[in-house]
């Protein structure tokens, strides 16, 4: 009996869509060595057309601009296009982890020996 009523609240807790939904835009300039725009400049930007962002890192050569939602991807997109014509952005969706149950059932069995 204890088990029937514990395995939903592992399956609910445990559940992938429990997580916070967020999308990265990835900013790399046209051509090799061109400036990028200041993280902070991003930040306004989408700030101004109510965009919430989680943060702005800077990578090699590039920005990554993580999204508190993916329904403000497309907005986000768009200012960013038109305020920085000169860069080029593409949208990511991080990979969702897999399920404590859902490693546990498709496991390889070691054998030893």
Do not use: C
């Amino acid at each position: 009996m204890m088990i029937l009523v514990m395995l939903p609240i592992i399956l609910l807790t445990q559940s992938p869509s429990r997580q916070q939904d967020e999308t990265l835009l990835h900013i790399f300039p046209h051509h090799q060595g061109a400036p990028l725009p200041d993280g902070f400049y991003v930040y306004q930007r989408l700030n101004e057309r109510g965009i919430a962002i989680k943060s702005i890192t800077p990578a090699p050569d590039s920005l990554i601009v993580r999204l508190a939602s993916s329904e403000q991807t497309f907005a986000a997109r768009e200012t960013l296009r038109s305020s920085f014509p000169q860069a080029k952005i593409i949208t990511q969706q991080p990979p969702k982890p897999v399920p404590f149950w859902r490693q546990k059932l498709t496991q390889k069995t070691a054998t030893l020996g």
